[in-house]
């Protein structure tokens, strides 16, 4: 069975900081990693995903993810937040198989950016 | 249109109800699914449709019932739930393969009594 661990539950950070938000997962095949972000009063939308290919893989809103299989990490990084990043934030793997596969979410970190 | 809707939006229910949440998507994705969120948790996944057949039930009990009418539409039936299946039920649908991204709708937030 496939899990997923995020190291921080709870972060707070100002303007303008960097930030680097931890994804761990657990499973003995090829995987597809997802991170979602969930704002306050709106659906889960997808921020970044990797199936393949370059291990460095940017998405939406400046964020980026970088793959490191080795590690079993994929963590999401962004160079300077701003206060409309406050937001839930969520690591997902699903199985690289043909087929539609559910996404195993990680516990999600509630990230809170001050003014 | 990456729309996924939802209805109802909230429904609060007896523990002898039978009820029915709704979940339509227009993207022409052949895959569709159904998630359970509890307060202050991610996402637990319920079941999974591909190609309107149940692929996959994370051994969900029974006074859940899924059901895929045809490549649009996604229901879930409620019957004799009890107070801890309140919960934020949250449908997705994304192309038939684990790479895809899935689209979430709003949820329904449940509440049953």
């Known amino acids: 069975a496939q899990s997923v661990s995020q190291h921080n539950h709870h972060v707070i950070l100002s303007e303008a900081a960097s930030l680097e938000l931890g994804c761990n997962y657990s499973?003995?095949?090829?995987?597809?990693l997802f991170w979602y972000v969930q704002y306050p009063g709106q659906h889960l939308q997808l921020l970044l995903k990797?199936?393949?290919?370059?291990?460095l893989v940017k998405g939406i809103k400046g964020f980026e993810a970088e793959f490191i299989k080795s590690k079993f990490s994929f963590n999401l990084r962004k160079p300077s937040v701003q206060w409309s990043d406050t937001a839930e934030y969520f690591c997902?793997?699903?199985?690289?198989?043909?087929?539609?596969?559910?996404?195993?979410f990680g516990k999600g970190t509630h990230l809170i950016i001050q003014p | 249109d990456t729309e996924v809707t939802q209805t109802p939006k909230h429904l609060v229910m007896g523990m002898t109800n039978k009820k029915s949440l709704k979940c339509e998507q227009h993207?022409?994705?052949?895959?569709m699914y159904w998630y359970k969120q509890k307060a202050k948790k991610p996402p637990e996944l319920m079941f999974v449709?591909?190609?309107?057949?149940?692929?996959i039930n994370e051994s969900v009990p029974s006074r859940f019932s899924p059901e895929c009418p045809n490549s649009s539409l996604l229901n879930l039936h409620l019957h004799a739930l009890q107070p801890e299946d309140s919960a934020l039920y949250l449908c997705?649908?994304?192309?038939?393969?684990?790479?895809?991204?899935?689209?979430f709708g709003p949820g329904t937030r449940l509440l049953v009594l």
């Open positions: 997902a793997v699903s199985n690289s198989g043909g087929g539609a596969d559910g996404l195993t």
């Open positions: 499973y003995g095949g090829t995987v597809n």
């Open positions: 993207m022409g994705h052949r895959a």
């Open positions: 997705a649908s994304s192309q038939v393969s684990g790479w895809e991204t899935q689209y």
């Open positions: 990797y199936f393949s290919g370059d291990p």
């Open positions: 449709y591909s190609y309107e057949k149940l692929s």
